[in-house]
Protein backbone atom coordinates (compact mmCIF):
# COMPACT_ATOMS: atom_id res chain seq x y z
CA UNK A 1 0.00 0.00 0.00
CA UNK A 2 1.42 3.23 -0.90
CA UNK A 3 1.96 5.50 1.96
CA UNK A 4 3.48 7.71 4.17
CA UNK A 5 4.35 6.96 7.63
CA UNK A 6 5.18 9.40 10.46
CA UNK A 7 6.54 8.21 13.97
CA UNK A 8 5.75 8.79 16.78
CA UNK A 9 1.64 9.40 16.44
CA UNK A 10 2.49 11.11 20.12
CA UNK A 11 5.02 12.55 21.74
CA UNK A 12 5.54 14.39 25.22
CA UNK A 13 8.81 15.83 25.98
CA UNK A 14 10.34 18.43 27.67
CA UNK A 15 12.17 21.73 26.97
CA UNK A 16 15.85 21.03 25.48
CA UNK A 17 15.41 17.45 25.08
CA UNK A 18 16.36 16.53 21.56
CA UNK A 19 14.02 14.52 19.64
CA UNK A 20 13.34 13.14 16.22
CA UNK A 21 10.23 12.19 14.11
CA UNK A 22 10.98 9.85 11.41
CA UNK A 23 8.54 10.04 8.65
CA UNK A 24 9.62 7.45 5.15
CA UNK A 25 7.84 6.75 2.42
CA UNK A 26 7.29 3.80 0.36
CA UNK A 27 6.41 5.70 -3.27
CA UNK A 28 9.78 6.35 -4.79
CA UNK A 29 8.86 10.14 -4.48
CA UNK A 30 11.60 12.74 -5.15
CA UNK A 31 9.79 15.48 -2.82
CA UNK A 32 9.34 15.23 0.45
CA UNK A 33 7.82 18.26 2.87
CA UNK A 34 7.33 19.21 6.62
CA UNK A 35 4.45 20.84 7.84
CA UNK A 36 2.91 22.19 11.34
CA UNK A 37 -0.59 22.73 12.20
CA UNK A 38 -1.69 25.79 14.42
CA UNK A 39 -5.01 26.72 15.18
CA UNK A 40 -6.08 29.48 13.44
CA UNK A 41 -2.76 29.28 11.03
CA UNK A 42 -3.40 26.19 9.11
CA UNK A 43 -0.13 24.49 8.06
CA UNK A 44 2.46 25.91 7.31
CA UNK A 45 5.43 24.40 5.69
CA UNK A 46 9.24 24.29 7.77
CA UNK A 47 11.33 22.10 5.17
CA UNK A 48 11.12 20.81 2.04
CA UNK A 49 13.37 18.16 -0.16
CA UNK A 50 13.58 17.81 -3.89
CA UNK A 51 16.03 14.72 -3.77
CA UNK A 52 18.46 13.23 -1.94
CA UNK A 53 20.71 15.53 -0.53
CA UNK A 54 18.72 18.25 -1.17
CA UNK A 55 16.59 20.42 1.35
CA UNK A 56 15.62 23.81 1.72
CA UNK A 57 13.86 26.59 4.09
CA UNK A 58 10.19 26.90 4.06
CA UNK A 59 8.38 29.55 6.20
CA UNK A 60 8.42 28.73 9.60
CA UNK A 61 12.23 26.79 9.59
CA UNK A 62 13.47 28.44 12.75
CA UNK A 63 14.28 25.46 15.74
CA UNK A 64 14.31 22.67 12.93
CA UNK A 65 16.79 20.62 11.17
CA UNK A 66 16.10 18.30 8.43
CA UNK A 67 18.02 15.48 6.71
CA UNK A 68 18.03 13.80 3.20
CA UNK A 69 20.32 10.67 3.43
CA UNK A 70 18.23 8.21 1.87
CA UNK A 71 15.08 8.94 -0.94
CA UNK A 72 12.31 7.23 0.96
CA UNK A 73 13.46 9.33 4.46
CA UNK A 74 12.87 12.95 5.61
CA UNK A 75 13.48 12.98 9.54
CA UNK A 76 12.89 15.73 11.24
CA UNK A 77 15.12 17.18 13.90
CA UNK A 78 13.98 19.22 16.88
CA UNK A 79 17.77 19.83 18.61
CA UNK A 80 16.92 21.94 21.62
CA UNK A 81 12.55 21.74 21.63
CA UNK A 82 10.71 25.00 23.08
CA UNK A 83 7.31 25.06 24.13
CA UNK A 84 6.20 26.97 20.93
CA UNK A 85 6.98 24.17 18.95
CA UNK A 86 4.17 22.31 20.46
CA UNK A 87 2.13 21.61 17.33
CA UNK A 88 0.97 18.87 15.33
CA UNK A 89 3.40 17.90 12.37
CA UNK A 90 2.57 16.39 8.86
CA UNK A 91 5.20 14.73 6.51
CA UNK A 92 4.19 14.70 3.04
CA UNK A 93 5.53 13.61 -0.08
CA UNK A 94 5.21 13.36 -4.28
CA UNK A 95 6.96 12.92 -7.27
CA UNK A 96 9.01 15.87 -8.27
CA UNK A 97 8.93 16.84 -11.98
CA UNK A 98 5.10 17.16 -11.10
CA UNK A 99 2.57 19.16 -9.48
CA UNK A 100 0.49 16.41 -8.42
CA UNK A 101 -1.16 16.04 -4.99
CA UNK A 102 0.86 15.64 -1.72
CA UNK A 103 0.22 12.22 0.10
CA UNK A 104 0.24 12.87 3.90
CA UNK A 105 1.50 10.85 6.88
CA UNK A 106 -1.10 10.63 9.64
CA UNK A 107 0.54 13.22 11.72
CA UNK A 108 2.65 13.93 14.82
CA UNK A 109 0.81 15.33 17.95
CA UNK A 110 4.18 16.80 19.90
CA UNK A 111 3.47 18.78 22.81
CA UNK A 112 6.89 20.46 24.63
CA UNK A 113 6.28 21.26 28.28
CA UNK B 1 2.21 38.37 -1.42
CA UNK B 2 0.61 34.91 -1.67
CA UNK B 3 -2.54 34.28 0.42
CA UNK B 4 -5.10 32.17 1.20
CA UNK B 5 -8.63 32.89 2.88
CA UNK B 6 -10.89 30.99 4.62
CA UNK B 7 -13.25 33.67 6.18
CA UNK B 8 -15.45 31.08 7.93
CA UNK B 9 -13.91 29.38 10.93
CA UNK B 10 -16.83 27.45 11.79
CA UNK B 11 -20.06 26.83 9.94
CA UNK B 12 -22.80 24.32 11.71
CA UNK B 13 -25.79 22.61 9.90
CA UNK B 14 -28.23 20.40 9.94
CA UNK B 15 -28.30 16.79 8.17
CA UNK B 16 -29.30 17.51 4.11
CA UNK B 17 -28.90 20.76 4.14
CA UNK B 18 -26.20 22.03 1.54
CA UNK B 19 -23.24 24.14 2.81
CA UNK B 20 -20.59 26.11 0.92
CA UNK B 21 -16.92 26.73 1.81
CA UNK B 22 -15.32 29.93 0.62
CA UNK B 23 -11.57 29.74 -0.39
CA UNK B 24 -10.55 33.56 -1.92
CA UNK B 25 -6.91 33.32 -2.55
CA UNK B 26 -3.89 36.09 -3.23
CA UNK B 27 -1.34 35.42 -6.11
CA UNK B 28 1.23 37.46 -8.76
CA UNK B 29 1.73 34.57 -10.27
CA UNK B 30 -0.45 33.58 -13.78
CA UNK B 31 -0.03 29.57 -13.22
CA UNK B 32 -0.96 28.12 -9.91
CA UNK B 33 -2.90 24.84 -8.85
CA UNK B 34 -5.49 25.35 -5.95
CA UNK B 35 -6.31 22.38 -3.53
CA UNK B 36 -9.01 21.36 -1.39
CA UNK B 37 -8.08 19.27 1.27
CA UNK B 38 -10.17 17.47 4.07
CA UNK B 39 -9.47 16.75 7.73
CA UNK B 40 -11.94 13.94 9.46
CA UNK B 41 -11.78 14.09 13.45
CA UNK B 42 -9.17 11.30 12.97
CA UNK B 43 -6.45 14.01 12.00
CA UNK B 44 -5.38 12.62 8.68
CA UNK B 45 -5.63 14.91 5.31
CA UNK B 46 -7.38 13.80 3.17
CA UNK B 47 -7.22 15.23 -0.83
CA UNK B 48 -9.96 15.95 -2.40
CA UNK B 49 -9.79 18.22 -5.82
CA UNK B 50 -6.69 19.79 -7.78
CA UNK B 51 -7.64 22.42 -10.21
CA UNK B 52 -5.11 24.80 -12.63
CA UNK B 53 -5.46 28.39 -13.02
CA UNK B 54 -5.91 27.46 -16.78
CA UNK B 55 -9.25 25.55 -16.04
CA UNK B 56 -12.05 27.83 -15.03
CA UNK B 57 -14.65 24.64 -15.48
CA UNK B 58 -16.89 24.01 -12.15
CA UNK B 59 -16.41 20.38 -11.15
CA UNK B 60 -18.94 18.18 -9.23
CA UNK B 61 -18.01 14.58 -8.04
CA UNK B 62 -20.90 13.09 -6.14
CA UNK B 63 -22.22 15.56 -3.40
CA UNK B 64 -19.56 17.97 -3.64
CA UNK B 65 -18.88 20.46 -6.44
CA UNK B 66 -15.92 23.18 -6.47
CA UNK B 67 -16.67 27.00 -8.27
CA UNK B 68 -13.31 28.30 -9.44
CA UNK B 69 -13.57 31.75 -10.42
CA UNK B 70 -10.45 33.68 -11.56
CA UNK B 71 -12.18 36.82 -11.66
CA UNK B 72 -12.87 37.03 -8.33
CA UNK B 73 -9.84 34.72 -7.28
CA UNK B 74 -12.23 32.27 -5.62
CA UNK B 75 -12.46 28.60 -5.53
CA UNK B 76 -15.59 27.76 -3.47
CA UNK B 77 -16.52 24.40 -2.35
CA UNK B 78 -20.00 23.06 -2.05
CA UNK B 79 -21.49 19.81 -0.39
CA UNK B 80 -24.69 19.06 -1.35
CA UNK B 81 -27.58 17.00 1.03
CA UNK B 82 -24.85 17.13 4.09
CA UNK B 83 -23.83 14.52 6.28
CA UNK B 84 -22.60 13.63 9.34
CA UNK B 85 -19.61 11.68 7.86
CA UNK B 86 -18.90 15.27 6.23
CA UNK B 87 -17.92 17.07 9.51
CA UNK B 88 -14.66 17.61 9.57
CA UNK B 89 -11.71 20.62 8.76
CA UNK B 90 -11.92 21.69 5.39
CA UNK B 91 -8.70 23.59 4.03
CA UNK B 92 -7.85 25.52 0.78
CA UNK B 93 -4.52 25.42 -1.04
CA UNK B 94 -2.30 26.96 -3.43
CA UNK B 95 0.95 26.08 -5.41
CA UNK B 96 2.53 28.29 -7.32
CA UNK B 97 4.69 27.76 -10.61
CA UNK B 98 7.04 30.45 -9.78
CA UNK B 99 7.80 28.35 -6.79
CA UNK B 100 8.35 25.86 -8.48
CA UNK B 101 5.50 24.14 -6.72
CA UNK B 102 7.76 23.39 -3.78
CA UNK B 103 5.43 24.83 -1.47
CA UNK B 104 1.45 24.14 -0.79
CA UNK B 105 0.13 27.86 1.01
CA UNK B 106 -2.81 26.63 3.11
CA UNK B 107 -5.76 28.62 4.35
CA UNK B 108 -6.42 28.22 8.08
CA UNK B 109 -9.55 26.05 7.74
CA UNK B 110 -13.37 25.71 8.08
CA UNK B 111 -14.23 23.43 10.36
CA UNK B 112 -18.12 22.25 9.33
CA UNK B 113 -20.44 20.39 11.81
CA UNK B 114 -23.17 18.24 10.42
CA UNK B 115 -25.56 17.29 13.17
CA UNK B 116 -28.09 14.85 12.63
Known amino acids: EAQVTQNPRYLITVTGKKLTVTCSQNMNHEYMSWYRQDP ?64 FGSGTQLSVL | AQKVTQAQTEISVVEKEDVTLDCVYETRDTTYYLFWYKQPPSGELVFLIRR ?29 ASQVVDSAVYFCALSEAEGGYNKLIFGAGTRLAVHP
Open chain 1, 40 to 103: GLGLRQIYYSMNVEVTDKGDVPEGYKVSRKEKRNFPLILESPSPNQTSLYFCASRRHSTNEKLF
Open chain 2, 52 to 80: NSFDEQNEISGRYSWNFQKSTSSFNFTIT
